[in-house]
C-alpha cells in the first residue's frame, strides 16, 4: 500500500481547560476524498487549524509526505501541499479575479516591478485546469458566491495543493452550483488530490464522499467506507442518538375553520406575479425554487418588508395591508430570516435580551418600569421550552452553536404568539441533531393550530416536514404538490428545471 498523504495520530487539544479533541486519529491517503463530519463543537475546526498548523496539540503528532511534525507551522502546511478554503475563501474583495489567484505568486519572486500579463497567463492557467471561466478581470466582490468559490480553489492549486480542505463548501450554493462543485471536485481527484469535504448534510455526503471520519465532543468516533454506513448509522453516531424521520402527517378533515391567510393575485414588479394560494390552521407549507425565484421576496412581503404592487391578502377572512413589519406583527405574523447573523439576531447582546426584544412591552409594570422577576421567568420558559443549551441566558447569543442560535431567533418570535409563521431557510448551517429539534418543534407549532410556512431548497426537509409544497420559478407559482405524491429524486429534478 502506498505511503499516506496525511496521518495524524493521538491528537489532543484544550482550550482553557475545554478538551476539544481527545486522542484523534486520521489517515488521508492521495485522491482519496473523506468526509470530516461531525455536530457542531465535535473538533473539526479544531482538527482542521492543528493540520493546517494555525493550532499547535498539546499532544500527538501529524505525518505529512513522510515527514513527522510534532508541532506544524502554517507555512510549512503550505509547503507540504495543504490549501484550506473556508466559508468566506478569505479572498480579497477589491482586487480581480487575476489578482486574487495569481499575485501572491508574482509577489513571492521577489522582483520591483509586476508582470501582470504573467498574472493574467497564470491565473487563466489556474482556471482552465478547472474547466471553468471567470472574467479575469472582474472584481471578486461583484461575484457570485459559487464563483467566489472557484476563484479560492484555483489559488489553492497554484500552491501545489496536494490536500484540499473545505469547510462547509455547499452552504450557499445552489442544487445546480453543488453539482457542479461536486464535478470539479471529482476532476480534482483525477488529479491526485486530496479533498477533506467537511459537511453534515447527508445527501451531499453520500453522493461525493468515498470514506468518512466523524467526531463527537472532540473525539473521534467512526472511520469507514461510506458504503457500509446506512443513514441511520450516520445519525446515530453524527448525534448520539436514534432519530426518528417519519413525514409529517396533516389531517385535513379536521380543520373546521377557513384558511389563516389568503393571497389572491399579489405581484410585485420584478420579483413575483399572480401568487395565490391558501394556509390553513395547523398546516406546514413549503415553498420552494432556486435563486431568484421570488421566494424570499414573497415571505418579506407577507411580513411587510416589501410591499406588494397589487393584490389581495387576508388573515382569518379580513382583508389586510401590510405595508410594515409592525403592520405584520399586528397581524400576529412572525419571520425567522435566512440570515440569522445579520437579520434576526443582535450578536453582541445576550440571549435573555434577543428573546424578548421584541415584546418588551409586556413587561412593563403600571410606573412604566420592566418587572425584572416576569422578565427572568419569560426568558426561563423560553429557553427550557426550545432547549437552549447555555450555561446562562445572560451569555451573549454569538457564543452559542448555530443551532442554538436559531433557537433564540424562534424563541424571539414566539414570545409574541403569533398565529402564522414563516421560515426562510429554517435550518441553513444547523447541525443533524439541532435540525431534527427544530423540525420536532416547527411540527408541534403546527399541531397546536400555528399556520407554519417553510422556504427551503432542502429538499427532504420539504418532504418529511410540508403538507403541501409550492414550487416557484421566475416569479410564479409553476407547481403544487401534496405529502405523498412527489419523492425527494422527482423533487430536485422539477426544482432544477429538468422536468
Not at 106 to 120: A, G, P, T, Y
Not at 390 to 404: D, F, R
Not at 406 to 416: G, S, T
Not at 442 to 470: F, H, K, T
Amino acid at each position: 500500500m502506498t505511503e499516506p498523504l496525511l496521518t495524524v495520530r493521538n491528537v489532543s487539544k484544550s482550550f482553557s481547560g475545554v478538551q476539544a479533541l481527545k486522542s484523534v486519529n486520521l489517515t488521508i491517503q492521495r485522491g482519496e476524498i473523506r468526509c470530516l463530519a461531525g455536530e457542531n463543537g465535535s473538533g473539526k475546526s479544531t482538527l482542521i487549524k492543528v493540520i493546517s498548523g494555525v493550532n499547535a496539540p498539546d499532544e500527538g503528532e501529524i505525518e505529512l509526505n513522510g515527514k513527522v511534525f510534532k508541532r506544524l507551522h502554517p507555512i510549512e502546511a503550505i509547503r507540504e501541499g495543504i490549501q484550506i478554503i473556508y466559508q468566506d475563501f478569505s479572498l480579497f474583495p477589491n482586487l480581480t479575479v487575476a489578482e486574487n489567484i495569481a499575485l501572491n505568486l508574482e509577489v513571492s519572486r521577489n522582483q520591483q516591478l509586476v508582470n501582470w500579463r504573467e498574472v493574467s497567463r497564470v491565473a487563466e492557467e489556474a482556471l482552465r485546469r478547472i474547466e471553468v471561466r471567470i472574467d479575469l478581470d472582474a472584481k471578486v466582490e461583484d461575484l457570485s458566491v459559487a464563483d467566489k468559490q472557484l476563484v479560492a480553489i484555483s489559488r489553492a492549486l497554484l500552491q501545489n495543493a496536494k490536500l484540499i480542505i473545505m469547510d462547509e463548501p455547499t452552504t450557499a450554493l445552489t442544487q445546480k452550483e453543488v453539482r457542479s462543485l461536486f464535478t470539479i471536485i471529482k476532476g480534482l481527484q483525477q488529479q491526485g488530490i486530496a479533498i477533506l469535504f467537511v459537511s453534515h448534510k447527508l445527501e451531499e455526503v453520500y453522493e461525493i464522499a468515498e470514506k468518512i471520519t466523524i467526531l463527537r465532543n472532540g473525539a473521534k468516533v467512526l472511520d469507514a467506507d461510506m458504503v457500509e454506513l446506512d443513514r441511520p448509522k450516520f445519525v446515530y453516531y453524527m448525534t448520539g442518538r436514534q432519530i426518528e424521520d417519519s413525514p409529517f402527517h396533516y389531517d385535513a378533515a379536521k380543520v373546521q375553520d377557513g384558511p389563516l391567510l389568503k393571497v389572491d393575485r399579489l405581484s410585485r414588479r420584478g420579483e413575483y406575479r399572480d401568487i395565490s394560494f391558501a394556509l390553513y390552521p395547523g398546516e406546514i407549507l413549503g415553498v420552494t425554487g432556486l435563486l431568484g425565484s421570488g421566494r424570499t421576496e414573497l415571505a418579506m412581503t407577507l411580513f411587510g418588508l416589501r410591499p406588494a404592487d397589487c393584490g389581495e391578502i387576508a388573515i382569518a377572512g379580513e382583508t389586510v395591508r401590510l405595508e410594515s413589519v409592525q403592520d405584520a406583527i399586528r397581524h400576529r405574523i412572525a419571520y425567522v430570516p435566512e440570515d440569522r447573523l445579520t437579520e434576526g439576531l443582535f450578536l453582541e447582546q445576550s440571549i435573555g435580551k434577543n428573546i424578548i426584544i421584541s415584546t418588551i412591552e409586556k413587561y412593563l409594570n403600571r410606573c412604566k418600569l420592566l418587572d425584572s422577576g416576569k422578565l427572568r421567568a419569560e426568558i426561563a420558559q423560553w429557553v427550557k421550552g426550545l432547549s437552549i443549551v447555555t450555561p446562562s441566558a445572560e451569555v451573549p447569543v454569538q457564543s452559542l452553536s448555530g443551532g442554538n442560535q436559531q433557537r433564540v431567533v424562534l424563541a424571539k418570535w414566539l414570545a409574541a404568539q403569533p398565529q402564522i409563521l414563516i421560515l426562510n431557510g429554517p435550518t441553513v448551517g444547523v447541525d443533524i441533531g439541532s435540525k431534527s429539534d427544530i423540525h420536532q418543534i416547527v411540527r408541534e407549532l403546527a399541531r397546536q393550530g400555528m399556520g407554519v410556512i417553510i422556504i427551503s431548497d432542502d429538499i427532504p426537509e420539504l418532504i418529511y416536514n410540508c403538507n403541501r409544497i409550492l414550487l416557484m420559478r421566475q416569479g410564479g407559482i409553476a407547481a403544487e404538490f401534496h405529502s405523498g405524491e412527489i419523492t425527494e429524486a422527482e423533487l430536485a429534478q422539477k426544482l432544477s428545471g429538468a422536468a
